[in-house]
């Protein structure tokens, strides 16, 4: 017996979403990679304002993929919502890790634009060829992987204070030690892919609203952000990293306890400490 | 040959705490309810069911714990890395991977459930405290034992991957082989413990899960008290035998075969052996069952 | 895996000739763009691309043979194994990729095997501890629901299926399918790594340890990442749940591999300019 898969009508329509966070998303990227490029040697500042932003631009992103998700997963797509934050970053991953080779300035329209044709591809797939017949999965499976691309680089950022491929790949004593080699991406890989697909696998149900998963996504970014900037210790100057840990673990408290409320104002009853009343009894 | 015995006590110490990390792992996750089963929490207020059963939606359990290990093994990593002690390392990212988990947890639980509202299922505070943190306190043992794991594969066997990787493997695997098999287990023993034994569950009779205990309306501690006693000590079994039997067959036998000439086939080939002997005790295991359950006969 | 487990609305149809051949010949496309990028390293790129195509068809069609039932499993209301089919056929084949990887310096055929052998002694031991969990712990013995007689064994399977489920556990033929998956997912995966492995290797120049963690850390999260794509197209493919190669899902699997293909043309094509282009 399974559940079905029910959503709310939004308030705000998808496109709008999608719109609104990614123009935002690019945007405190390329704050990041315009700190980073102007950061001197022993500077705390500007890395830190390049893992700020790394992280505000990985929250906004999960807020837009947190939208597709819900489109794309209110049709039932057969096996759980978890897989398609799996889709997403599989392909995310080597978008980014491609995009990293270009020009600076390049890397998130570069990355955007290889998720993209990545991402049709792989949605014209399961339309066409595993003959799924869902109207949305070509255009959210390609939003999907870019999301993934734009939530990696917005996590490398926060754990570097850069996004080259230089700096991605040198590491600060040995060369065991970059962000790569050292399998740091393999942590940002699996948190994106967790916080992108439990907003609304979290929230899901008859009672779902949009406001709710949308804060749930944001929490979910800044948790993740609060993670990365744990492990930036080993990548950028101290107080660089604490800066960035002190605002993703304030921007996390805000908008987990704003959650809470939203809980209590969506629940049956906010019951503590009492037994439920059984209607049959 | 120093070598190779330090290789197999390093193979018997992995492969136990990957014991200990199956057994925590489904354990938690029952207390939890994540995974196939918590299908039945979802579905229960829908059919008229209320309940205090928690609902941990986070994902299913394989890509939950990918996320536990890999975070706990990254931030160890970063620590050694500010010349943190490795055991201490390994401390401090479990313990920030458990407080991932427990918030993962909460707002999975007050989620789902708030989206209920509907059926009026209400949201339990006293649930959401002392369940929890239950969970958190078996993941913990989980995250630590299968990031010991990683880490003495990585040291002391020389695995190629880096921790983190080796993290995303193990941790994949723990969730697999917890949840398939220790979900039967609690999914249909204890949900529909009302149901009849040896048998599994009709259709018809979904949602109606039991949600009273022995005294009073039963939360999730509950089932932890009963598939602690048989589906976590099975998972612990199965994903010991994965690691240990992984890497037993390498560290002794990969040169058993190189002075005839094939290099390396050794390991491969007494895992084809290990796999024939599983699949003989298979058939065994299933013939048992049907020589000594014997066929269900018709209602009468 | 989760509690969504509804079905697509549109019926899972037949084969489709017309796309498939499209998907094979985007795949053509893209070895034929990876020669043509690569320029002096072009023919190591289309050797390690066909290599990587290779690896994932053969995941593709591995995960046709791991028998998951999903949520109705965990009630035993359906014969599998309770998990999620994407995540279960990827935790088997990074286990193998693991045995794989350990053993990539001894030579290319020891670690396909290592890697193939990984991944079904992986599935073996939690498939064996499935039936013990259903015949020791809950008293139910082994029934398919899609089958009269085992294929394998000819043992018949309605009698032993209890009132109002579909089957439970896991029947000889699902076990054997199992490993069988868990060989072919450890295989591809293994195969897409060392591909990658050695491409990064010719391209990047290791340091004298011989391997270079650069190109380890690459190859392990490019393989992880396309192994998780190809399972999880592949779980679309059979919407879920399915109980083996004797299952009629089973003959999908073409439509699998097609996919599979063009997918993996097109992600192993950028995975393998990113080191090499610019």
Redesign the interface.
């Known amino acids: 017996m399974s559940v079905k898969v029910e959503v709310s009508h939004d308030g705000v329509p998808h496109n709008t979403v999608m719109m609104k966070n990614g123009i935002l998303a690019l945007f405190f990227l390329y704050i990041a990679i315009a700190a980073a490029s102007v950061a001197g040697d022993g500077s705390w500042s500007y890395p830190a304002i390049a893992c700020v932003s790394g992280g505000i631009a990985a929250v906004f992103t999960l807020r837009w993929g947190n939208s597709t998700i819900k489109k794309l997963c209110s049709y039932g797509i057969g096996t759980g919502v978890p897989s398609a934050g799996m889709l997403a970053f599989g392909s995310g991953v080597i978008a980014m890790l491609f995009a990293t080779k270009v020009n600076p300035f390049l890397v998130p329209i570069a990355g955007l634009l290889v998720a993209l044709i990545v991402g049709l591809i792989l949605g014209w797939i399961s339309n066409s060829v595993l003959n799924m017949k869902i109207p949305v999965m070509t255009r959210s499976i390609a939003e999907l992987a870019a999301v993934g691309c734009l939530t990696l680089m917005g996590l490398t950022a926060v754990a570097t204070g850069d996004i080259g491929y230089d700096q991605i790949t040198t590491g600060l004593t040995d060369p065991y030690a970059s962000y790569i080699s050292a399998g740091i991406i393999a942590v940002a890989f699996i948190l994106g892919a967790i916080a992108l697909q439990h907003p609304f696998n979290a929230c899901l149900g008859p009672g779902e609203k949009q406001d709710r998963t949308d804060l749930l996504a944001i929490e979910c970014g800044f948790l993740s952000m609060i993670v990365m900037a744990v492990i930036s210790f080993a990548f950028v100057s101290q107080i660089a990293a604490w800066i960035s840990f002190v605002i993703a673990l304030i921007g996390w408290f805000v908008t987990y306890r704003q959650f809470f409320a939203l809980s209590k104002r969506d629940a049956a009853a906010w019951l503590d400490a009492k037994p439920f009343s059984d209607a049959e009894e | 040959m120093q070598e190779i015995i330090i290789g197999i006590g390093v193979t018997a110490f992995a492969g136990a705490l990957a014991a200990m990390a199956g057994a925590a792992e489904d354990t938690e996750s029952n207390i939890g309810s994540q995974g196939d089963p918590n299908s039945q929490v979802q579905l229960a207020p829908q059919m008229g069911y209320t309940h205090r059963i928690y609902n941990k939606a986070v994902s299913g359990e394989p890509p939950a714990y990918t996320l536990w290990v890999t975070l706990a093994c990254g931030i160890a990593w970063a620590f050694t890395m500010l010349h943190v002690n490795a055991m201490l390392a390994i401390i401090f990212g479990t313990v920030l991977a458990t407080f991932v988990q427990g918030i993962y947890a909460t707002t999975a639980y007050l989620g789902r459930t708030a989206s209920l509202s509907k059926f009026g299922q209400p949201v339990f505070i006293d649930v959401l405290k002392s369940v929890t943190t239950v969970t958190m306190a078996h993941a913990f043992v989980a995250i630590l034992t299968t990031v010991a794991a990683c880490y003495l594969m990585s040291t002391m066997l020389q695995h190629p991957f880096a921790l983190p990787l080796l993290g995303i493997v193990w941790g994949l695997a723990l969730g697999a082989a917890g949840s398939a098999t220790g979900n039967p287990y609690y999914g249909k023993e204890r949900q529909y413990q009302n149901q009849k034994f040896g048998a599994g569950v009709p259709i018809s009779a979904s949602g109606n899960i039991v949600r009273y205990a022995e005294a009073g309306q039963r939360s999730s501690i509950d089932n932890g008290f009963f598939t602690a006693k048989f589906g976590g000590p099975a998972s612990g079994l199965c994903f010991g035998l994965i690691v240990f039997l992984e890497l037993w067959r390498t560290v002794l036998f990969e040169h058993s075969l190189d002075n005839w000439g094939a290099v390396g086939w050794g390991a491969v080939i007494v895992g084809a052996l290990i796999i024939v002997l599983f699949m003989i005790i298979d058939r065994y295991v299933e013939i048992w069952a049907r020589t000594n359950y014997g066929p269900y006969t018709a209602e009468a | 895996?989760?509690?969504?487990?509804?079905?697509?609305?549109?019926a899972?149809?037949?084969f489709?000739p017309v796309?498939?051949l499209?998907?094979i010949f985007?795949a053509i496309i893209f070895i034929g763009t990876a020669y043509w990028l690569l320029g002096s390293f072009g023919c190591l790129a289309v050797e390690a691309l066909i290599g990587i195509i290779i690896g994932a068809a053969l995941i593709a069609f591995g995960v046709h043979f791991v028998p998951v039932g999903?949520?109705?499993?965990?009630?035993?209301?359906s014969p599998g194994?309770?998990?999620?089919?994407?995540?279960?056929a990827?935790?088997?084949g990074?286990?193998g990729?693991?045995?794989g990887?350990?053993?990539?310096?001894?030579?290319l055929w020891?670690a396909l095997?290592?890697g193939a052998?990984?991944g079904?002694?992986?599935m073996?031991?939690?498939?064996?501890?499935?039936?013990?969990?259903?015949?020791?712990?809950?008293?139910?013995?082994?029934a398919s629901g899609k089958v009269e007689k085992d294929p394998i064994?000819g043992?018949s399977q309605p009698?032993?299926?209890?009132?109002?489920?579909?089957?439970?556990g896991?029947?000889?033929i699902s076990?054997?399918g199992g490993?069988f998956g868990g060989l072919l997912g450890g295989l591809g995966g293994t195969l897409i790594y060392i591909e990658l492995l050695n491409f990064y290797n010719v391209i990047l120049l290791p340091?004298s340890e011989g391997?270079?963690?650069?190109a380890?850390?690459?190859a392990?999260?490019?393989a992880?990442?396309?192994?998780?794509?190809i399972a999880?197209?592949s779980?679309?493919?059979?919407?879920?749940t399915i109980e083996g190669p004797h299952d009629p899902k089973f003959k999908r699997f073409p439509?699998?591999i097609?996919?599979a293909i063009?997918?993996s043309g097109?992600?192993g094509l950028?995975?393998l300019?990113?080191v090499a282009?610019?």
């Not at chain 3, 194994?81 to 995540?87: F, H, K, S, W, Y």
């Not at chain 3, 391997?211 to 650069?214: E, F, Q, R, Y």
């Open positions: 895996m989760s509690a969504i487990a509804a079905k697509p609305g549109a899972a149809g037949a489709q796309a498939s499209i998907a985007f999903g949520a109705p499993a965990a009630m035993g209301q194994i309770a998990t999620g089919v994407a995540m279960l990827t935790g088997a990074l286990a990729l693991f045995g990887a350990w053993a990539a310096h001894i030579g020891v095997a290592g052998i990984g079904g002694l992986m073996a031991i939690t498939c064996l501890m499935v039936n013990i969990s259903y015949v020791y712990g809950m008293g139910i013995p082994a064994t043992d009698e032993y299926k209890s009132q109002g489920t579909e089957g439970h896991l029947p000889f076990y054997v490993v340091t391997t270079n963690a650069l380890v850390g690459l392990g999260i490019f992880i990442g396309m192994f998780l794509v999880v197209l779980a679309y493919n059979i919407t879920g439509r699998a097609v996919a063009c997918a097109i992600c950028v995975a300019l990113v282009i610019f």
